[in-house]
């Protein structure tokens, strides 16, 4: 939901281009305009370039200076214009406002300023905070100013502002995430790391209710409360430059499904300590929720399978249908919050609701320094690295991973479970070779064309055909519905006609006949089957054989979904790294 990225000190004086460049990076928290502000050498007033569509190749012939202030809009209060494009300027040109929020109030604060006669220009929510701070800094320094502004706006923000005057990015934060990059002499202020992550790996992630002023000659960091000081200590993040780079792949979504193969083994060097004290608590009686959003959703859904297997009767619950289960959360519940940037509004509602009713947080996350990360009483962070496309792959299968790991713990198996997550990432990297990438490709030109497709799976592969078609319809925008098999005849057979494509998702388990009686069900209709499946079959017309793995056959069933997401969208001519509509991370309501 939008990206910010400013510098201060651009030691080659190209600070809009740096920013540009910077952009691209966080482009997929939103790409339906994007704009850079700059200070320009001994310039008496911003320049300001800006414009609908996404960054990808753009360039800016902004002057030169070494301050600048940049931003990629995914639009909620008005159309996507130029207009309504970041960043907004107040009356005098001298402040340049970005956003990454909703100011919910922002139409009472517009009425007054219109009484004492500013003049707004576009339609958003954001240019009333320009307009405001120009109005309180009539009376108070620019960062009183700004910090005053920032607490009346409700809803969760972050802003960041130019100021010609002071020669200043001054941001603030409250619910949406901004992160400062300590650089040699240069100083970075971001939606997220991989914009400065060429330049630093220094960093420093703001909190809510915190304002930082970033100056040539340093970064001070505020209480937005009190108004006063506060020690900064920043943190020295591992990430490689690489992890931000396509590092030679076409696309991020095809780069992160083959980095799984390297992921999801990472997971079981997680905290073994965490794990274990978790998993006595869940034997002692603690109740378990999972809860999450889209993909992260699926984990949990997935995850509650596994729970099972261990004897545990766990809950889950999409964050977005929470409130009314919330009444059962009590302090002997743990909740799991499952995401990958730990910054999804409805997640973050989900848990703090779960939060004042004594549950016990644990997130399960990817991104550092979020805010669930900060809302939780314990964090296993699942360590993918950063995902860079829209689209989720490798975090869900961290999470997955991890979840099974606890599960296996729960049984008193967890050694056996490293070993058998391990095992997993061997077998994944020789079935993901030549011979089935070609075979994918075939299958996508084969259904390139399809306007619906059908997906049916069982048990631990029913939520494997919600996660398989997610990335179907994200990446390609054909339809592609899951359901449970056993819920076919109730309704759903009804849709197949001769030639429908219905994927079977199935493993070597207790449920196999049943699957495959659902597939003959579906191919006496005139279904099109393709088995996803590590075994043949006479009800199959296609096979894309799976590796064989007992109940982690979830996972390479769930990889061929996003692969042949990604084939379907690359032959249809969508954009697999920035599907249309999407923001990565959904920081609204
Ligand atoms: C799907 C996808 C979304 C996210 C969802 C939650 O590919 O990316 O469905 O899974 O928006 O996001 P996080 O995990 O950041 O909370």
């Given at each position: 939901?939008?990206?910010?990225?400013?510098i201060?000190?651009?030691?080659?004086?190209?600070?809009?281009?740096?920013?540009?460049?910077?952009?691209?990076k966080?482009?997929y928290?939103?790409?339906?305009?994007w704009?850079?502000?700059i200070?320009?050498?001994?310039g008496?007033?911003?320049?300001?370039?800006k414009?609908i569509?996404?960054?990808?190749d753009a360039?800016?012939?902004?002057?030169q200076?070494?301050?600048?202030?940049?931003h990629?809009?995914?639009?909620?209060?008005?159309?996507?214009?130029d207009i309504?494009?970041h960043?907004?300027?107040d009356?005098?040109k001298?402040?340049?406002?970005?956003h990454?929020g909703i100011?919910?109030n922002y139409?009472?604060?517009?009425?007054e300023?219109?009484?004492?006669?500013?003049?707004?220009?576009?339609?958003?929510?954001?240019?009333?905070i320009?307009h405001?701070?120009?109005e309180?800094?009539k009376?108070k320094?620019?960062?009183?100013?700004i910090?005053?502004?920032?607490?009346?706006l409700r809803?969760?923000?972050?802003?960041a502002?130019?100021?010609?005057?002071s020669?200043?990015?001054?941001?603030?934060r409250?619910?949406?995430?901004?992160?400062?990059g300590?650089?040699?002499?240069?100083?970075?202020?971001?939606?997220?790391?991989?914009?400065?992550?060429?330049?630093?790996?220094?960093?420093?992630?703001?909190?809510?209710?915190?304002g930082?002023?970033?100056?040539?000659?340093?970064?001070?960091l505020?209480?937005?409360?009190?108004?006063?000081e506060k020690?900064?200590?920043?943190?020295?993040?591992?990430?490689?430059?690489?992890?931000?780079?396509k590092?030679?792949y076409?696309?991020?979504?095809?780069?992160?499904?083959?980095e799984?193969?390297?992921?999801?083994?990472?997971?079981?060097?997680?905290?073994?300590?965490?794990?274990l004290?978790?998993?006595?608590?869940i034997?002692?009686?603690?109740k378990?929720?999972?809860?999450?959003c889209?993909?992260?959703?699926?984990c949990?859904?997935?995850?509650?399978?596994?729970?099972?297997e261990?004897g545990?009767d766990?809950?889950?619950?999409?964050?977005?249908?929470?409130?009314?289960?919330?009444k059962?959360?009590?302090?002997?519940?743990?909740?799991?919050?499952?995401?990958q940037?730990?910054e999804?509004a409805?997640?973050?509602?989900?848990?703090?609701?779960?939060k004042?009713r004594?549950g016990?947080?644990?997130?399960?996350?990817?991104a550092?320094?979020?805010?669930l990360?900060?809302?939780a009483?314990?964090?296993?962070?699942?360590?993918?690295?950063?995902?860079?496309?829209?689209?989720?792959?490798?975090?869900?299968?961290?999470?997955?991973?991890?979840?099974y790991?606890?599960t296996?713990?729960?049984?008193?198996?967890?050694?056996?479970?490293?070993?058998?997550?391990?095992?997993?990432?061997?077998v994944?990297t020789?079935w993901?070779?030549?011979?089935l990438?070609n075979?994918l490709?075939?299958?996508?030109?084969?259904?390139?064309?399809?306007?619906?497709?059908?997906l049916i799976?069982?048990?631990?592969?029913?939520?494997?055909t919600?996660?398989?078609?997610?990335?179907i319809?994200?990446t390609?925008?054909?339809?592609?519905?899951?359901?449970?098999?056993?819920?076919?005849?109730?309704?759903?057979?009804?849709?197949?006609?001769?030639?429908t494509?219905?994927?079977?998702?199935?493993?070597?388990?207790?449920v196999?006949?049943?699957?495959?009686?659902s597939?003959?069900?579906?191919?006496?209709?005139?279904?099109?089957?393709i088995?996803i499946?590590?075994?043949e079959s006479?009800?199959?017309?296609i096979?894309?054989?799976t590796?064989?793995l007992?109940?982690l056959?979830?996972?390479?069933?769930?990889?061929?979904?996003?692969?042949?997401?990604?084939?379907l969208?690359?032959?249809r001519?969508?954009?697999?790294?920035?599907?249309?509509?999407?923001?990565?991370s959904?920081?609204?309501?």
């Open positions: 939901m939008c990206g910010i990225y400013g201060i000190n651009d030691k080659k004086n190209q600070a809009a281009q740096t920013v540009l460049e910077g952009l691209k966080l482009e928290r939103g790409y339906d305009s704009g850079v502000a200070i320009p050498e001994n008496q007033k911003l320049k300001i370039d414009h569509g996404k960054i990808g360039t800016t012939n902004l002057s200076g070494s301050i600048a202030l940049g990629t809009r995914w639009a909620t209060h008005g159309g996507v214009t309504n494009a960043p907004h300027l009356c005098t001298k402040l340049a406002v970005i990454n100011v919910e139409q009472e604060i517009k009425e300023l219109l009484e004492k006669g500013h003049q707004f220009i576009s339609e958003t929510d954001t240019e009333v320009a405001l701070i120009e309180k800094s009376l320094k620019i960062n009183e100013a910090f005053e502004t920032f607490k009346l809803g969760s923000n972050a802003i502002v130019l100021d010609l005057n020669q200043t990015i001054i941001a603030c409250n619910g949406s995430p901004l992160v400062v300590l650089g040699n002499n240069q100083y970075f202020l971001a939606s997220d790391v991989p914009a400065f992550l060429k330049e630093t790996n220094k960093v420093y992630f703001l909190n809510d209710g915190e930082i002023v970033l100056k040539q000659s340093g970064v001070t505020y209480d937005l409360e009190t108004e006063k020690i900064l200590t920043p943190q020295t993040l591992d990430w490689k430059l690489e992890d931000a780079e590092g030679g076409p696309h991020f979504l095809i780069k992160e499904i083959y799984q193969l390297t992921t999801i083994p990472k997971t079981t060097s997680i905290n073994e300590k965490e794990i004290e978790l998993a006595n608590k034997k002692s009686e603690y378990v929720v999972l809860t999450g889209g993909t992260a959703s699926y949990a859904l997935a995850a509650k399978y596994f729970f099972a261990a545990i766990a809950q889950s619950i999409p964050a977005y249908e929470f409130m009314p289960f919330s059962f959360i009590d302090e002997k519940t743990l909740v799991f919050a499952i995401s940037s730990g999804t409805d997640t973050l509602i989900a848990v703090k609701e779960a004042k004594g016990q947080i644990v997130a399960v996350v990817n550092r320094g979020s805010t990360e900060r809302m009483d314990v964090v296993l962070p699942v360590s993918a690295g950063p995902e860079i496309a829209v689209v989720s792959t490798k975090a869900f299968t961290s999470q997955l991973s991890t979840l790991l606890l296996t713990a729960v049984r008193d198996r967890y050694k056996i479970g490293q070993e058998k997550i391990n095992d997993l990432s061997k994944l020789k993901l070779n030549v011979q990438i075979q490709i075939t299958l996508a030109k084969t259904l390139m064309d399809e306007e619906h497709m059908y799976g069982k048990h631990l592969n029913y939520p494997a919600l996660e398989f078609a997610l990335k319809k994200e390609s925008y054909i339809h592609a519905e899951p359901f449970a098999a056993g819920e076919l005849k109730h309704g759903v057979i009804t849709l197949i006609q001769k030639g494509p219905c994927f079977v998702l199935a493993s070597n388990d207790e196999k006949a049943e699957v495959l009686s597939a003959a069900e579906l191919k006496a209709r005139g279904g099109l089957i088995g499946s590590p075994f006479n009800e199959f017309d096979l894309i054989k590796p064989d007992g109940d056959t979830i996972f390479p069933n769930i990889i061929v979904g996003q692969l042949l997401g990604y084939y969208g690359v032959g001519g969508a954009d697999p790294d920035k599907p249309r509509n999407l923001a990565k959904v920081t609204v309501k």
